[in-house]
């Protein structure tokens, strides 16, 4: 069974600073995706960047990264530069080889202070 | 930008009353989903959808749900009869393929209150 742990419930971070959301995972399919999505106060779920795990380098999106350790199964996402409009639920996702379902992880509260 | 629409985006029901939630996926894609959010939970997988038939489903998934794609555009979640615990964000979601690259597109999210 796949299972994603997101440990970090709230973080607050002042605008203009970087931010990583922690993202580990377990999985023992060597095929596998991972998502990351921006949740605002209004609900809706934004994706924001997708990294393979056969992929030789971090997935980078405008600001947005993500730090990839296969070995460590993490897949930290990185916020650059953030701002206001940044403050939401990030949840951290994952999707194996022949499953239809994204696993979510219960999901970090990032509040960005002025 | 294609995006993925619901209706309604809140609905208020009586326990034991049957909804339906609807969802138009983005026009070229293949695969729909409903997903469900209990307020301050994380996001749930309820059921998979291709080729008219479900694909893969989870125990949530049990005999009191039901989905269907009626017409060309819309995707539809049926809960027969309604439970207080149904209370949630209901989500729908699509995407081009069902490989493990491939991203799933969310709805903006139908919020289902149960009384």
């Known amino acids: 069974a796949q299972k994603i742990t997101q440990t970090q419930p709230g973080m607050f971070v002042q605008e203009k600073e970087a931010v990583t959301l922690d993202c580990t995972y377990d999985t023992s399919d060597p095929s596998y995706g991972l998502f990351w999505y921006k949740q605002p106060s209004s609900g809706e779920m934004i994706f924001l960047i997708y990294q393979g795990s056969y992929d030789q380098q971090n997935a980078t999106e405008g600001r947005y990264s993500l730090n990839f350790q296969k070995a460590r199964k993490s897949a930290n996402l990185v916020i650059s530069a953030s701002q206001l409009g940044d403050s939401a639920m990030y949840f951290c996702?994952?999707?194996?080889?022949?499953?239809?379902?994204?696993?979510f992880g219960q999901g970090t509260r990032l509040t960005i202070n002025p | 930008e294609p995006e993925v629409t619901q209706t309604p985006s809140h609905q208020v029901t009586q326990m034991g009353q049957e909804v339906i939630l609807r969802c138009v996926p983005i026009?070229?894609?293949?695969?729909f989903y409903w997903y469900r959010q209990i307020l301050g939970q994380k996001v749930e997988f309820l059921v998979s959808?291709?080729?008219?038939?479900?694909?893969?489903k989870s125990e949530i998934f049990d005999d009191q749900f039901s989905v269907e794609r009626p017409d060309g555009s819309n995707f539809t979640l049926k809960i027969r009869s309604t439970k207080l615990e149904d209370s949630a964000m209901y989500f729908c979601a699509s995407s081009d393929l069902a490989y493990r690259t491939d991203t799933q597109y969310f709805g903006p999210g139908t919020r289902l209150t149960v009384l």
């Open positions: 959808f291709y080729n008219n038939e479900i694909s893969e």
């Open positions: 026009s070229n894609h293949l695969y």
């Open positions: 996702a994952m999707r194996v080889t022949g499953a239809q379902k994204l696993v």
